[in-house]
Nanobody
Framework: QVHLVESGGGLVQPGGSLRLSCAASGNIAGIFDMAWHRQAPGKQREFVARITDGGSTAVLDSVKGRFTISRDNAKNAVYLQMNNLKPEDTAAYYC???????????????WGQGAQVTVSS
Protein backbone atom coordinates (compact mmCIF):
# COMPACT_ATOMS: atom_id res chain seq x y z
CA GLN A 1 0.00 0.00 0.00
CA VAL A 2 1.15 3.54 -0.83
CA HIS A 3 -0.14 6.90 0.33
CA LEU A 4 0.88 10.54 -0.07
CA VAL A 5 0.41 13.13 2.68
CA GLU A 6 0.43 16.88 1.96
CA SER A 7 1.10 19.82 4.25
CA GLY A 8 1.84 23.54 4.08
CA GLY A 9 -1.38 25.09 2.79
CA GLY A 10 -3.04 28.10 4.36
CA LEU A 11 -4.24 31.68 4.03
CA VAL A 12 -1.80 34.28 2.73
CA GLN A 13 -1.97 37.87 1.45
CA PRO A 14 -1.21 38.73 -2.18
CA GLY A 15 2.56 38.87 -2.67
CA GLY A 16 3.16 36.37 0.11
CA SER A 17 4.79 32.94 0.00
CA LEU A 18 3.93 29.37 0.93
CA ARG A 19 5.78 26.07 0.63
CA LEU A 20 3.80 22.89 0.06
CA SER A 21 5.24 19.50 0.99
CA CYS A 22 4.17 16.01 -0.03
CA ALA A 23 5.70 12.79 1.29
CA ALA A 24 5.04 9.28 -0.02
CA SER A 25 5.22 6.23 2.21
CA GLY A 26 4.46 2.53 2.08
CA ASN A 27 5.53 -0.39 -0.09
CA ILE A 28 7.65 1.67 -2.50
CA ALA A 29 10.19 0.23 -4.93
CA GLY A 30 10.67 3.39 -6.99
CA ILE A 31 9.22 6.86 -7.58
CA PHE A 32 9.34 8.38 -11.05
CA ASP A 33 7.61 11.63 -12.11
CA MET A 34 6.16 13.79 -9.32
CA ALA A 35 3.79 16.69 -9.94
CA TRP A 36 1.38 19.27 -8.54
CA HIS A 37 -2.10 20.07 -9.87
CA ARG A 38 -4.69 22.53 -8.57
CA GLN A 39 -8.44 22.98 -8.74
CA ALA A 40 -10.35 26.18 -8.00
CA PRO A 41 -14.10 26.17 -7.24
CA GLY A 42 -16.14 25.77 -10.42
CA LYS A 43 -13.06 25.16 -12.56
CA GLN A 44 -11.29 22.16 -14.09
CA ARG A 45 -8.26 20.70 -12.37
CA GLU A 46 -5.11 21.99 -14.05
CA PHE A 47 -1.45 21.03 -14.19
CA VAL A 48 0.90 23.28 -12.21
CA ALA A 49 4.37 21.71 -12.14
CA ARG A 50 6.20 18.44 -12.74
CA ILE A 51 9.65 17.05 -11.89
CA THR A 52 11.12 13.81 -13.26
CA ASP A 53 13.23 11.32 -11.33
CA GLY A 54 16.22 12.84 -13.15
CA GLY A 55 15.38 16.36 -11.95
CA SER A 56 13.96 17.90 -15.14
CA THR A 57 11.11 20.35 -14.48
CA ALA A 58 8.15 21.89 -16.26
CA VAL A 59 5.69 24.48 -14.92
CA LEU A 60 2.47 26.18 -15.95
CA ASP A 61 3.18 29.39 -17.89
CA SER A 62 1.20 31.57 -15.46
CA VAL A 63 3.41 30.53 -12.51
CA LYS A 64 6.82 30.66 -14.23
CA GLY A 65 9.24 32.76 -12.22
CA ARG A 66 7.05 32.48 -9.11
CA PHE A 67 6.72 28.73 -8.37
CA THR A 68 9.57 26.22 -8.06
CA ILE A 69 9.16 22.45 -7.83
CA SER A 70 11.83 20.29 -6.18
CA ARG A 71 12.21 16.81 -4.69
CA ASP A 72 14.17 14.90 -2.07
CA ASN A 73 14.49 11.29 -3.17
CA ALA A 74 15.88 10.17 0.20
CA LYS A 75 12.65 11.38 1.83
CA ASN A 76 10.28 10.31 -0.98
CA ALA A 77 9.11 13.92 -1.00
CA VAL A 78 8.18 16.65 -3.47
CA TYR A 79 7.86 20.36 -2.70
CA LEU A 80 6.28 23.43 -4.30
CA GLN A 81 7.74 26.80 -3.31
CA MET A 82 5.19 29.49 -4.17
CA ASN A 83 6.33 33.12 -4.15
CA ASN A 84 4.53 36.36 -5.06
CA LEU A 85 1.17 34.65 -4.70
CA LYS A 86 -1.83 36.13 -6.51
CA PRO A 87 -5.58 35.78 -5.82
CA GLU A 88 -5.92 33.66 -8.95
CA ASP A 89 -3.61 31.07 -7.34
CA THR A 90 -6.37 30.27 -4.83
CA ALA A 91 -7.19 26.57 -5.20
CA ALA A 92 -6.91 23.13 -3.67
CA TYR A 93 -3.45 21.80 -4.54
CA TYR A 94 -2.90 18.07 -5.06
CA CYS A 95 0.43 16.26 -5.29
CA UNK A 96 0.88 13.27 -7.55
CA UNK A 97 3.57 10.63 -7.95
CA UNK A 98 4.10 7.74 -10.37
CA UNK A 99 5.16 4.84 -8.15
CA UNK A 100 6.20 1.22 -8.57
CA UNK A 101 5.50 -0.96 -5.54
CA UNK A 102 7.79 -3.71 -4.27
CA UNK A 103 6.81 -6.98 -5.95
CA UNK A 104 4.83 -5.24 -8.72
CA UNK A 105 6.13 -4.49 -12.23
CA UNK A 106 3.52 -1.81 -12.92
CA UNK A 107 3.85 1.95 -12.39
CA UNK A 108 0.69 3.75 -11.25
CA UNK A 109 -0.27 7.29 -10.21
CA UNK A 110 -1.04 8.09 -6.59
CA TRP A 111 -2.55 11.32 -5.24
CA GLY A 112 -2.35 13.31 -2.03
CA GLN A 113 -5.40 14.43 -0.08
CA GLY A 114 -5.21 18.06 -1.19
CA ALA A 115 -4.04 21.25 0.51
CA GLN A 116 -6.08 24.46 0.39
CA VAL A 117 -4.23 27.62 -0.62
CA THR A 118 -6.18 30.87 -0.25
CA VAL A 119 -4.67 34.17 -1.41
CA SER A 120 -6.71 37.13 -0.20
CA SER A 121 -6.31 40.58 1.33
Amino acid sequence: QVHLVESGGGLVQPGGSLRLSCAASGNIAGIFDMAWHRQAPGKQREFVARITDGGSTAVLDSVKGRFTISRDNAKNAVYLQMNNLKPEDTAAYYCNADIRQIGDSGIYPYWGQGAQVTVSS
